[in-house]
């Protein structure tokens, strides 16, 4: 059996889910934007083995005073570009008189949602950025 430090299991999970989920070509975004490069989720998230490493490394980033039945939620999105989708929930659950303050996502693409949500008044945690996954990319 192998065992690995945080570090070693994050870099580790960070080069399998480059290698597993990145797509090259021209794509157009949720948000409209084109990209010559996509993340396709599905593809770790109907691995059960993947998705299980994946929800062992964003555990620790639940906010721990986060509690969905103290009308406090925590809105999950698996990756995140403009913000978008979580601001359309996060809207949907305020109206139902949740308390949204943070989201937590498994990609943030960096091209400017983490700032629209804060404008919302949602901090973004993620577990991989473009540049964590692009620093451990396999090439």
């Known amino acids: 059996m192998i065992i690995m430090t945080d570090g070693e ?4 999970l960070a080069r399998e889910i480059d290698a597993t989920c990145r797509l090259t070509g021209t794509f157009v975004l949720r948000s409209g934007r084109t990209a010559d490069e996509y993340f396709d989720k599905y593809r770790f ?25 103290g009308r406090r939620v925590l809105v999950v999105e698996d990756v995140v570009t ?4 979580v601001i359309v929930s996060t809207g949907q659950l305020r109206e ?3 308390r949204v303050e943070h989201a937590l996502c498994v990609i943030d693409r960096a091209e400017g949602g983490a700032q629209t949500l804060a404008d919302h008044g949602v ?3 993620a577990l991989f950025t473009r540049a964590d996954l692009e620093a451990h990319r396999t090439r």
């Open 96 to 98: 139902l008189g949740a």
């Open 45 to 69: 998230e109907a691995d059960p083995r993947l998705l299980d490493r994946v929800a062992a490394q964003l555990t620790p980033l639940v906010p721990t005073d986060t509690e969905v039945a």
């Open 82 to 85: 403009s913000g978008g989708q």
């Open 9 to 12: 299991a994050r870099a580790a």
């Open 123 to 125: 901090a973004l945690r």
